[in-house]
C-alpha cells in the first residue's frame, strides 16, 4: 500500500502568490518524520524542511512552512510569496520510527510545480 | 567536499551486460540507500544497508546485488542489465535517526 500520497500531478502558480502541495500519509507508528524535498530540473534532491510526529508547532524554514495535521495524516507543503526557481517536482517523504527499514525515506511520486511570471 | 559521491554520472549500457554503479560517502554515516526514480513513481527503495556487511531489501530489489564491505562505499551492481532497469539512480545516507539525510548528485543509466 502506497504510504505516502500525493494527489496533485502538476500545479501552476502566478508568482508572488502562495501555494499549497498536498501530501497524506499512512502509518501505525507513533514516532515518524515527514520530509519535503525539492527537485530541480538539474536533478539534485534538496532539502526543504522536516516535521516529527511529536512536533507540536508546525515547521517552518524561511518562506516554507509544513501544514501538519496529524489527526488527518497530512503533511501539506505551504509555499509563501512563490519565485520563479521554485518551479521544480516536489516530494513528500516518511520516515518510520523503527530500525526495520533502516531508517529509509518513503516517498511520494511528486508534484510538479510552475511558478509563471 | 564532504557528502556522497556517484560515479559515473551518466552510463549508458546494452541488455545483459553487468554494470555497477558506485556510491562513496565521507560522512561515516552507518545508515546507506539506493533508490531508483521513474517518471510517475518518485523514487523507490531498492535496498539499503544499516552498517558495513549489513544489507537488506527494499521495495524494488529484483536484478540487483549490493555489497558493503566498508561503511564509506555501497556499490549497486545489476547483474544482468534489461531496459527495464533504465532510470535515474540516488544513493543517500544518514547516521541514524534524524533528519540529516545527504542524496548523491544521480546517476542517469540508460539500457539499450
Known amino acids: 500500500a502506497q504510504k505516502i500520497t500525493q494527489t496533485q500531478p502538476g500545479m501552476f502558480v502566478q508568482e508572488k502568490e502562495a501555494v499549497t502541495l498536498d501530501c497524506t500519509y499512512d502509518t501505525s507508528d507513533q514516532s515518524y518524520g515527514l520530509f519535503w524535498y525539492k527537485q530541480p530540473s538539474s536533478g539534485e534532491m534538496i532539502f526543504l524542511i522536516y516535521q516529527g510526529s511529536y512536533d507540536e508547532q508546525n515547521a517552518t524554514e524561511g518562506r516554507y512552512s509544513l501544514n501538519f495535521q496529524k489527526a488527518r495524516k497530512s503533511a501539506n507543503l505551504v509555499i509563501s510569496a512563490s519565485q520563479l526557481g521554485d518551479s521544480a517536482m516536489y516530494f513528500c517523504?516518511?520516515?518510520?520510527?523503527?530500525?526495520?527499514?533502516?531508517?529509509?525515506?518513503?516517498f511520494g511520486k511528486g508534484t510538479s510545480l510552475l511558478v509563471t511570471p | 567536499d564532504a557528502g556522497i559521491t556517484q560515479s559515473p554520472r551518466y552510463k549508458i549500457t546494452e541488455t545483459g551486460r553487468q554494470v555497477t554503479l558506485m556510491c562513496h560517502q565521507t560522512w561515516s554515516h552507518s545508515y546507506m540507500f539506493w533508490y531508483r526514480q521513474d517518471l510517475g513513481h518518485g523514487l523507490r527503495l531498492i535496498y539499503y544497508s544499516a552498517a558495513a556487511d549489513i544489507t537488506d531489501k527494499g521495495e524494488v530489489p529484483d536484478g540487483y546485488v549490493v555489497s558493503r564491505s566498508k561503511t564509506e562505499n555501497f556499490p549497486l551492481t545489476l547483474e544482468s542489465a534489461t531496459r527495464s532497469q533504465t532510470s535515474v539512480y540516488f544513493c543517500?545516507?544518514?547516521?541514524?535517526?534524524?533528519?540529516?539525510?545527504?542524496f548523491g548528485s544521480g546517476t542517469r543509466l540508460t539500457v539499450v
Open positions: 517523504a516518511m520516515r518510520e520510527g523503527n530500525s526495520n527499514s533502516g531508517y529509509a525515506l518513503n
Open positions: 543517500a545516507s544518514i547516521s541514524g535517526q534524524g533528519y540529516g539525510y545527504t
